[in-house]
């Protein structure tokens, strides 16, 4: 409330805005994948968030090229796609938008970010997505792009965090007897496992504060009033 500008109407137009501008694209882009699909009313968009939309195409690829079946060869005409008619459709869609809310010029455009044939979503920016193509970066081999999944925390032990990662790819390319036998035998393993293997990472700050000038331990005497001296 120091701030010099500070105005609740101002961050309440910002936020505002930035709720116009992906929900009128989600629903512009809903409207262009039922057209070039050729179906009616279907819902294509799986999630949006503050700055990003994802949708399906798989109807639009297998209705213009149902021989292909091979991955890059598909990211490539979902590429072509993304380029030739999404982006020039959201250019389009952002200049309505601009006008019709009488800005003096179109500050709003979209690029196209992840390709990808498996996206599994928990809740807002906590997903797993199998992708071949991430902002024009193309991969042999597909990468498993995890956000605010708990693989990745830095709490779990190295052995776990592994073992995670290798269910999360069996989640989505294997079955689930594999799964189960994984992690049974996983659970075998851990529990011989050595303790420096499963112990969880931590850290402690100000050692110095309990150390004696010979990197001896200070000897406290806790008082019965509460307290403690040296």
């Known amino acids: 409330e120091a701030f010099r500008?500070?105005?609740e109407t101002i961050a309440e137009g910002i936020t505002s805005s930035g709720r116009v501008a992906i929900q009128y694209i989600t629903k512009k882009l809903n409207e262009f994948v039922n057209e070039k699909s050729g179906t009616i009313d279907i819902d294509y968009v799986v999630s949006s968030d503050t700055d990003a939309v994802y949708f399906v195409v798989e109807t639009i690829v297998?209705?213009?090229h149902p021989d292909i079946t091979d991955k890059q060869k598909l990211t490539d005409l979902i590429n072509e796609f993304a380029e030739n008619e999404v982006e020039p459709f959201i250019e389009s869609c952002y200049q309505e938008l601009s006008n019709y809310m009488n800005c003096d010029i179109n500050l709003l455009d979209m690029k196209r970010e992840a390709i990808a044939d498996t996206f599994i979503i928990r809740?807002?920016?906590?997903?797993?997505?199998?992708?071949?193509?991430?902002?024009g970066v193309r991969f042999a081999d597909p990468y498993y792009k995890m956000m605010g999944i708990e693989v990745v925390r830095t709490s779990h032990p190295i052995m776990v965090r592994d073992a995670l990662k290798t269910a999360m790819k069996m989640i989505i390319e294997g079955s689930n007897?594999?799964?189960r036998l994984f992690v049974k035998n996983?659970?075998?393993e851990f529990m011989n496992a050595p303790l420096n293997k499963i112990a969880a990472p931590r850290g402690m700050n100000d050692l110095t504060k309990y150390m004696n000038e010979?990197?001896?331990a200070k000897q406290y005497e806790y008082l019965p009033e509460g307290g403690k001296k040296k």
């Open 5 to 7: 500008w500070y105005d």
């Open 62 to 64: 297998k209705n213009r």
């Open 123 to 135: 809740a807002k920016k906590n997903y797993i997505m199998r992708m071949y193509d991430n902002e």
């Open 177 to 179: 007897d594999e799964i």
């Open 186 to 188: 996983f659970k075998k």
């Open 214 to 216: 010979d990197y001896t």
